[in-house]
């Protein structure tokens, strides 16, 4: 049985490692404060007796052995076992993060405190100095508030990266969308709305035609015959009934003067290119975004109706290893999506429920959120009932699917199963109803993954999906054909 204590947001593996210790003095700290060129190390047992003074130590290959090399000695000096051993510094910026990585590469465990409530912790609210930052850093790894990310390392740390790539590249494309759509405004208003122009934006005849020499005046001349036929070249459905609109609509509109037209329609073209090699760019993330989630427990998530590739990605990127992630509650506060409660006076006494702090993993909260509101609209049946219900009833409908969708998430993940609806999760439900249920979903499922160019990859014999599959086709006697 779980032993329940009052220190919720301790690290986890921090605790383990003193209760493994048995003896404060048989642990060594080692916080670090992190800087461009000179770190400031100090060594401290688990009583926060120093062991050895702050001193720097340079952002460098060799300073790293070094580093480890005067931890051993020391350890050897004083009996203490390698793995009752732990640095741990401020969450590091670019600039550290080879050195912290080169530590855990070396299997030494490093953690990472909060900056805000590390300054709490210091002496001195007002001065800063090294030795006072590193003061407070020891003192909350000391207290085993510390953070050891299950995605700081291995898979999970690249699926990270690409995501929060993507991200960007994301906010980027829109930031062009916007420039082209002030552009256009001036040299064909209305061409971007597709009610008057009748050619959806930013699709690849869009794009073909505001590329060279774009604006009203060009459309009307252009020869409707020719016009078709790029319109037909480049997917358009009805070519002849579009072109003919879009010409119409041209001779309506009003346009910016001659002398202003070339270097608009200069601008507007490299606005174009550039929005192509964002599209670009992100279609090829997310072609190995979906490769490294294969590789993950949170290919799983895709088997939600409503869950893509994407954010299944996101959201398993910011939890990382499921296995070793904190319990659902402590992921929830983290997500920002539960409110703030207050109560005093008694046991009777009023309780106040405010907002969501501000204080969050707002990358994971966008993901958890968005992921709930593709769940109300697109999602299994119950969870699209209990998202109108809840936004019905005044609730805010994305915050809780977005808590019952993480605790679904988590267990998902950890016993390395597929979504069932309510009814198939009794255990007095036939095989064969499951069965069932396995060959109606899987078009659909396999579709994900094709889409992406990772179907080969997802359900390859060594990777999550491609076991669930093995296991499921000997099981109850089916095939499920890539």
Not at 263 to 273: C, E, G, K, M, N
Not at 349 to 368: E, P, S
Not at 431 to 445: G, L, N, V
Request: proline share 3%; with cysteine.
């Amino acid at each position: 049985m779980k032993k329940k204590t009052i220190y919720t947001n301790q690290s986890q593996e921090l605790l383990h490692l003193f209760e493994d210790a048995g003896n404060n003095s048989k642990i060594m700290c080692v916080p670090i404060d992190f800087a461009k060129k000179d770190h400031v190390v100090m060594f401290c047992n688990g009583y926060g007796h120093i062991l050895r003074k702050p001193f720097s130590v340079k952002n460098s290959p060799d300073r790293v052995k070094y580093l480890t090399d005067q931890v051993s000695r020391s350890c050897r000096h004083r009996r203490v076992r390698r793995k009752h051993v732990f640095f741990g510094g401020e969450d590091v910026n670019s600039y550290a993060e080879n050195f912290a990585n080169t530590l855990r590469c070396k299997g030494w465990l490093v953690a990472g405190v909060n900056a805000h409530d590390a300054k709490e912790q210091r002496v001195s609210i007002q001065a800063s100095t090294d030795r006072l930052d590193l003061m407070g850093i020891a003192s909350m790894l000391l207290n085993r508030r510390a953070n050891c990310s299950p995605a700081q390392s291995g898979i999970y740390r690249n699926l990270r990266t690409l995501v929060r790539h993507r991200r960007k590249l994301v906010v980027m494309s829109t930031e062009v969308r916007n420039q082209i759509h002030t552009v256009v405004d001036r040299l064909f208003p209305g061409f971007l709305d597709d009610r008057k122009s009748g050619i959806v934006a930013f699709t690849n005849s869009s794009l073909y035609l505001m590329e060279d020499r774009f604006s009203a005046r060009q459309i009307r001349r252009r020869k409707t015959e020719k016009l078709t036929e790029i319109l037909r070249r480049k997917g358009m459905s009805k070519p002849e009934h579009t072109a003919a609109k879009l010409q119409e609509y041209a001779k309506a509109v009003l346009i910016t003067p001659d002398e202003y037209m070339g270097t608009l329609q200069l601008s507007l073209a490299h606005h174009v290119r550039h929005f192509r090699c964002l599209r670009g760019n992100i279609e090829q993330l997310e072609k190995e975004i979906a490769l490294y989630l294969s590789q993950t427990q949170g290919a799983f998530l895709t088997t939600v109706r409503g869950v893509g590739i994407v954010l299944a990605a996101g959201v398993t990127a910011e939890i990382g290893d499921p296995y070793q992630q904190k319990p659902v509650n402590n992921l929830v506060s983290n997500a920002g999506i539960i409110p703030r409660v207050k109560q005093s006076g008694g046991p009777e006494g009023n309780t106040y429920t405010g907002k969501v702090a501000k204080r969050c993993n707002r990358i994971l909260k966008d993901y958890v959120t968005r992921s709930a509101f593709h769940l109300g609209f697109h999602g299994p049946e119950d969870l699209m009932a209990d998202y109108k219900r809840r936004d019905a009833a005044g609730q805010h409908a994305d915050f809780g699917i977005g808590r019952r969708y993480l605790r679904m998430a988590m267990g998902l993940m950890r016993t390395s199963q597929i979504y069932l609806p309510k009814r198939l999760r009794n255990k007095e439900v036939k095989p064969q109803e499951r069965a069932s249920y396995y060959s109606m979903i899987w078009p659909k499922f396999v579709e994900k993954w094709q889409k992406h160019d990772a179907l080969e990859a997802a359900f390859a014999k060594d990777r999550p999906l491609g076991r669930w599959r093995n296991m499921v086709q000997d099981l109850y006697e089916i095939k499920l054909s890539l």
